[in-house]
T-cell receptor, first 112, second 120 residues
Framework: NAGVTQTPKFQVLKTGQSMTLQCAQD?????MSWYRQDPGMGLRLIHY???????DQGEVPNGYNVSRSTTEDFPLRLLSAAPSQTSVYFC???????????FGSGTRLTVV | AQTVTQSQPEMSVQEAETVTLSCTYD???????LFWYKQPPSRQMILVIR??????QNATENRFSVNFQKAAKSFSLKISDSQLGDAAMYFC?????????????????FGTGTLLAVQP
């Protein structure tokens, strides 16, 4: 069982560069989300999706784009990286109803 | 808006002893889910236990149990027979159970975490 797979695990970007963080799940989950984790702040929701073709903004969406063309994949795009986007990024998915989210192993992103 | 508060930034427990991590939350909703997640140094977020607000019985998963006090909006995690592998950051999280246009049911609201050290 692969669960939720995130790539890459580590990335260093220069300010202004763009990149895509990949997320894939093999559990046929409807719901997928992207969170960022910063020291002392817990995890905060960036974007989420309730199914293929349907996405919406979370708590801290600025500077990020998402799309969901398939049930399995939910990539997160950084349009023009800024040092404030230095963080650990988690992708998560869940089935409908009362289930908890399953998280990927995270991507540590540093913007210099 | 809902909030989750973990007032203990760090805790320590001796191996084989019992420890309780505190979590309080604020909400005006009557139906919701509460979770405890464990994050070891590997960074992986692992679901430890889940509680449904409408269930009065406290959830239990092996050595992990919760004390859910709905009226007091309290959701503590008890770890019995602590093991070295329990050392990790523990996060309490809330999720609404109501479907709404704002997507609140899709959002996990996290506390700031409690770092648990286990002493041999």
């Amino acid at each position: 069982n692969a669960g939720v797979t995130q790539t890459p695990k580590f990335q260093v970007l220069k300010t202004g560069q763009s990149m895509t963080l990949q997320c894939a799940q093999d559990m046929n989950h409807e719901y997928m989300s992207w969170y960022r984790q910063d020291p002392g702040m817990g995890l905060r929701l960036i974007h989420y999706s309730v199914g293929a073709g349907i996405t919406d903004q979370g708590e801290v969406p600025n500077g990020y784009n998402v799309s969901r063309s398939t049930t399995e994949d939910f990539p997160l795009r950084l349009l023009s990286a800024a040092p404030s986007q230095t963080s650990v990024y988690f992708c998560a998915s869940r089935a409908g109803g009362r289930y908890g989210y399953t998280f990927g192993s995270g991507t540590r992103l540093t913007v210099v | 808006a809902q909030t989750v508060t973990q007032s203990q930034p760090e805790m320590s427990v001796q191996e084989a002893e019992t420890v309780t991590l505190s979590c309080t939350y604020d909400t005006s909703e009557s139906d919701y889910y509460l979770f405890w997640y464990k994050q070891p140094p590997s960074r992986q977020m692992i679901l430890v236990i889940r509680q449904e607000a409408y269930k009065q019985q406290n959830a239990t998963e092996n050595r992990f149990s919760v004390n859910f006090q709905k009226a007091a909006k309290s959701f503590s995690l008890k770890i019995s027979d602590s093991q070295l592998g329990d050392a990790a950051m523990y996060f309490c999280a809330y999720r609404s159970a109501f479907l709404n246009y704002g997507g609140a049911t899709n959002k996990l609201i996290f506390g700031t975490g409690t770092l648990l050290a286990v002493q041999p």
